[in-house]
């Protein structure tokens, strides 16, 4: 079977790595692609945004299975073409997709079914936000309720932030992403993302990862869109990732069918691990990005069954093993991220880094010419490592960030810290 993968990140390179050591398939095609994912698959112009020419590429390259890597085309209804034109496809249609598109419909979805969550009220009126937020106090969660790249989202320590974060929102500062807004609850525990396959009807639990989102060692300084990651998160025990099962994908399963939106695809759910237990503070509904990379890594079986599956059905049906081992990935970003940066910097000594079989170097933004790599983004290389423990994968990982010569590069040097102190 020949496979079409939409986009250009570290995600999809570990998706088509993965994707690429399954018998089940023939060629594998990647819209855009980058400078990595060559090696393993042909890199094509297509926009994913013209579904007539994604639609005509599938039938003139025999596609029989379609891979959405980023929300932008589950949102924007690319499921949806692809379905009508009874081409195979892995990932939600744009209705489902509203569990990430829309703040606001996952909180009224937690309510209406008791999935436990953030207290939250949903306002397109400034005066109203506002009261709400008084009468609920600070610290306050803002959140514009549309896509905002990972930015919507406003923690408020006092009130005065709350306003201003109000006033910006529904001032236009994410577009048409902040004509509403969900004021919220402030959790407190500890974070950790959980990954389910659905098909609509039954899941398939996929593994635990604890993400870093801001730029700087001890997690301060701005969010990114993620500087590292590590799988399993040891805070997700047993007990914890059967309650969140339970009580929160479970229930959002038959939710999202009863209310005439079934939900194919992956559930990556981001919670909060509070004294009551588990609770959702959001929904994606794509691989996490750089989450994918270490799942894909521990992943011992073959993925392109699990993801027909979604599609198909019975996604409960397909076995599934994974390494007992950990994975930890760095994200090696330009100089500069996520502010302005460089761009087209040389990054040398990619090959002699990646000799080990439990080692893997994932390109994110870079673009391969004349046989050389280039940085051409933000987040540029994902170096992912397995080891016995998050410690010893730790180490494997920062071992090879220091054969890589990228003098315009850097990484955060404390990846992984709250597992390896849970460690020792
Ligand atoms: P989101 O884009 O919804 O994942 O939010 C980004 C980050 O903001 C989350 O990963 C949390 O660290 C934080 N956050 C969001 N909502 C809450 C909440 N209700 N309480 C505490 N932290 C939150
Ligand atoms: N790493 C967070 C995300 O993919 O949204």
């Given at each position: 079977m020949n496979i079409l993968v939409i986009g250009g990140g570290g995600r999809e390179h570990a998706l088509v790595w993965k994707i690429a050591q399954s018998p089940l398939v023939g060629r594998i095609f990647v819209a855009p692609g980058n400078g990595g994912i060559g090696d393993l698959a042909t890199c094509t112009t297509?926009?994913?945004?013209d579904h007539d020419a994604v639609v005509d590429f599938c039938i003139t390259e025999n596609i029989g299975l379609v891979v959405v890597g980023p929300e932008g085309p589950l949102v924007d209804g690319l499921v949806d073409r692809l379905e009508a034109e009874n081409i195979t496809a892995f990932g939600p249609t744009a209705a489902a997709a509203q569990l990430e598109g829309s703040k606001g419909f996952t909180k009224d979805l937690c309510a209406k079914y008791n999935i436990p969550t953030a207290a939250y009220g949903r306002f397109s009126d400034a005066a109203k936000a506002r009261n709400f937020a008084n009468k609920m106090g600070a610290p306050i969660v803002i959140k514009a309720d549309g896509l905002a790249a990972g930015k919507g989202v406003i923690i408020a320590e006092t009130m005065a932030e709350a306003h201003s974060a109000i006033e910006d929102i529904l001032g236009g500062q994410f577009g048409g992403a902040g004509a509403e807004l969900v004021v919220e609850e402030f959790l407190t525990g500890e974070e950790a993302s959980f990954f389910a396959l659905c098909d609509g009807e039954t899941i398939l639990p996929l593994a635990t990862a604890q993400d870093h989102k801001?730029?700087?060692?001890?997690?301060?300084g701005p969010n990114t869109g993620g500087m590292g990651a590590y799988s399993p998160a040891p805070v997700m025990t047993d007990e914890m990732t059967s309650r969140t099962i339970e009580e929160i994908i479970l229930p959002t399963m038959r939710g999202m069918k009863a209310d005439g939106h079934p939900f194919k695809g992956i559930f990556f759910a981001g919670l909060m691990i509070t004294d009551k237990g588990p609770e959702l503070i959001e929904y994606n509904v794509r691989f996490g990005d750089p989450e994918c990379q270490v799942l894909m890594m521990r992943m011992k079986s073959d993925i392109v069954p699990a993801l027909i599956a979604c599609a198909k059905g019975r996604v409960d049906k397909v076995e599934m093993d994974w390494h007992d081992k950990a994975a930890l990935t760095v994200v090696m970003a330009a100089k500069g991220y996520p502010g302005s940066y460089d761009k087209n910097t040389e990054v040398r000594n990619l090959d002699q880094a990646?000799?080990?079989?439990n080692m893997m170097i994932f390109h994110a933004g870079t673009k391969k010419e004349a046989g050389k790599i280039y940085a051409i983004g933000g987040r540029v290389l994902n170096v992912t490592a397995m080891g016995n423990g998050v410690a010893e994968a730790k180490d494997l990982a920062y071992s090879t960030v220091d054969r890589?010569?990228?003098?315009?590069g850097f990484c955060r040097r404390d990846i992984g810290w709250r597992a390896v102190k849970r460690e020792r």
């Open positions: 297509l926009n994913s945004s801001q730029v700087g060692e001890g997690d301060v990646s000799q080990d079989e890589i010569d990228w003098p315009e």
